[in-house]
Antibody, heavy 128, light 114 residues
Framework: EVQLVESGGGLVQPGGSLRLSCAAS????????MSWVRQAPGKGLEWIST????????YYADSVKGRFTISRDSSKNVVYLQLKSLRAEDTARYYC?????????????????????WGQGTLVTVSS | DIVMTQSPDSLAVSLGERATINCKSS????????????LAWYQQKPGQPPKLLIY???TRASGVPDRFSGSGSGTDFTLTISSLQAEDVAVYYC??????????FGGGTKVEIK
């Protein structure tokens, strides 16, 4: 059974940093694409980053590019999201999600598909 | 980027009645090479993470009751709950994966009991 457990959220001042972790079980991370999706209080879902399986290519939303970094530790089966230069508008619950991806149904621009497993999320609050 | 627009923002339906949610993409998400629509639907109940309901526009995810169905093609899609149950109260989101990144979601539709 796939399980995703996020940790590392908390209260941080504007301009500060935080590292989120997502511990995966039930599958081998290095072969699967993983994403972070956030949800501001009372708002909708926003995809922010993906790390692909095997080659480990990384992708970011424009809103976080240059400030957030996704990575993984295959030996620990953990995905990370490093958050830097945090702003009030980064306040949200951050979900780790397994992303179906890969060869077989790629379009001319994408091999990233849908999110089939989600963690419970970890809350990040950016405030002074 | 492909923009996803859902309607209505909210709807109230009586128990046992049909609920219909619409999702429109700013460009087609139908890939002509394989005739697949790159669209998914999610359900998010209060205090819970989203849950995958439908992918490839009309394929139900494992364990999803058959009262949930997805339809549509190209730019216009519909999620239908054929007979609303109390446990279906939630916010529903569509998501495109035709042209990524970014993976984009609709703004959500809140379904309540009338």
């Amino acid at each position: 059974e796939v399980q995703l457990v996020e940790s590392g959220g908390g209260l941080v001042q504007p301009g500060g940093s935080l590292r989120l972790s997502c511990a995966a079980s039930g599958f081998t991370l290095s072969s699967h694409a993983m994403s972070w999706v956030r949800q501001a209080p009372g708002k909708g879902l926003e995809w922010i980053s993906t790390i692909s399986g095997n080659e480990g290519s990384t992708y970011y939303a424009d809103s976080v590019k240059g400030r957030f970094t996704i990575s993984r530790d295959s030996s620990k089966n953990v995905v990370y999201l490093q958050l830097k230069s945090l702003r009030a508008e980064d306040t949200a619950r951050y979900y780790c999600a397994h992303l179906q991806s890969g060869l077989g149904y790629c379009t001319s621009t994408s091999c990233l598909y849908y999110f089939d497993n989600w963690g419970q999320g970890t809350l990040v609050t950016v405030s002074s | 980027d492909i923009v996803m627009t859902q309607s209505p923002d909210s709807l109230a339906v009586s128990l046992g009645e049909r609920a219909t949610i619409n999702c429109k993409s700013s460009q087609s998400v139908l890939y002509s090479s394989n005739n697949k629509n790159y669209l998914a639907w999610y359900q998010q109940k209060p205090g819970q993470p989203p849950k995958l309901l439908i992918y490839w526009a009309s394929t139900r995810a494992s364990g999803v009751p058959d009262r949930f169905s997805g339809s549509g093609s190209g730019t216009d899609f519909t999620l239908t709950i054929s007979s609303l149950q109390a446990e279906d109260v939630a916010v529903y989101y569509c998501q495109q994966y035709y042209s990524t990144p970014p993976l984009t979601f609709g703004g959500g539709t809140k379904v309540e009991i009338k």
